[in-house]
């Protein structure tokens, strides 16, 4: 269970170093301070909207149905939202190396 916590800490920092860097180079200078404080303002505005519901989620359900909630919630995001968005910077990868 250590393990599965800290696993969560390790991909949460490499995200946000490969978002950030992301975000960075698309950004012109002028704005990136802004983009990155908005940035971590909706980080943590979604850590503080969701961590009661969590906790009311644990109350209510138990630990291990609250999990598998996170978990399918989290798998069904993956698949609407990360997906299309590795095939849409493959795309524009493609796009920019001259052939």
């Known amino acids: 269970m250590v393990f599965l916590g800290l696993s969560f800490q390790v ?8 978002l950030r860097d992301a975000l ?5 200078s002028e704005f ?3 983009a990155n404080s908005l940035s971590s303002l ?3 505005g ?15 359900f138990g630990i291990p149905l609250t999990l598998q909630y996170l978990g ?3 798998i069904l995001m993956t698949v609407l939202l990360l997906i299309p968005l590795v095939f849409e910077v493959k795309k524009n990868i493609k796009r ?4």
């Open 11 to 18: 991909c949460r920092g490499l995200t946000q170093v490969i």
């Open 72 to 74: 399918s919630f989290f």
């Open 42 to 44: 909706c980080m943590r």
């Open 96 to 99: 920019e190396i001259p052939h």
């Open 24 to 28: 960075n180079w698309r950004i012109p």
């Open 32 to 34: 990136r301070a802004t």
């Open 46 to 60: 979604a850590f503080g909207a969701f961590g009661p519901l969590i906790g009311l989620s644990i109350d209510r």
